[in-house]
Nanobody
Framework: QVQLVESGGGLVQPGGSLRLSCAAS????????MGWYRQAPGKQRELVAT???????RYADSVKGRFTISRDNAKNTVDLQMNSLNPEDTAVYYC?????????WGQGTQVTVSS
């Protein structure tokens, strides 16, 4: 099993920035993919960004150029730097990890973009 704990959410004004962090513990060897998904009220959970153990990146079109994902394989952490936030980015953000045996999710952290 892999436990994921997110931090860094909060309230920010439009145009502002936030940095989310996620720390993995437990059976952390051979985690292939780590990343972030989000779920806004009344909407399905959607991919935000993922990064493989080899550094391969994937971003949702809606966040390209604004969000940057990074990963520290030695520390088993994944961060999401979010810039130029807008109200459409308001959601609960979930950390995600994928191993051969299955996928794992954090509890989520709320990000609210509002003036």
């Amino acid at each position: 099993q892999v436990q994921l704990v997110e931090s860094g959410g909060g309230l920010v004004q439009p145009g502002g920035s936030l940095r989310l962090s996620c720390a993995a513990s437990g059976s952390t060897f051979n985690i292939n993919v780590m990343g972030w998904y989000r779920q806004a009220p009344g909407k399905q959970r959607e991919l935000v960004a993922t990064i493989t153990s080899g550094g391969g990146l994937r971003y949702a079109d809606s966040v390209k150029g604004r969000f940057t994902i990074s990963r520290d394989n030695a520390k088993n952490t994944v961060d999401l730097q979010m810039n130029s936030l807008n109200p459409e980015d308001t959601a609960v953000y979930y950390c995600y990890a994928l191993k051969r045996i299955g996928s794992f999710w954090g509890q989520g952290t709320q990000v609210t973009v509002s003036s």
